[in-house]
């Protein structure tokens, strides 16, 4: 008999220190940019990932996209640093709350 087909965020435990509601967060992410909401080279990046063709790590250290990767960072940044105290409070409380949802809709 053959073992269930894993869920496709399973890739990414590793990278969230095995936070199942990370590595949702993250494939959901990952398939966003896949779907092109940032442009075509993160789209190839993320189809490539999602693919398992490439892992984040690999492809954080090419040419091709670690610069692309490091300019959308760096943009995130400047928006973090930007907000006001009361706004960093409620995201900060909204995006842990969904990692913890996330994270409980498919535990251990």
Known sequence: MSQPEPPPEQQFLDLTQGDQGLAKLL?????RLRDGVAGNDLQEMA??????????????????YGGELLDRYHRFRDW?????PEERQRI?????????????QNPQ
């Open 27 to 31: 494939h959901a992410s990952l398939t």
């Open 92 to 104: 900060t409380y909204e995006a842990a709350g969904l990692a913890t949802d996330l994270g409980s």
């Open 47 to 64: 189809r490539d990932i999602l693919a398992g063709h490439a892992d984040l790590h690999q492809i954080a250290a090419t040419d091709a």
């Open 80 to 84: 973090e640093r930007n907000l006001d």
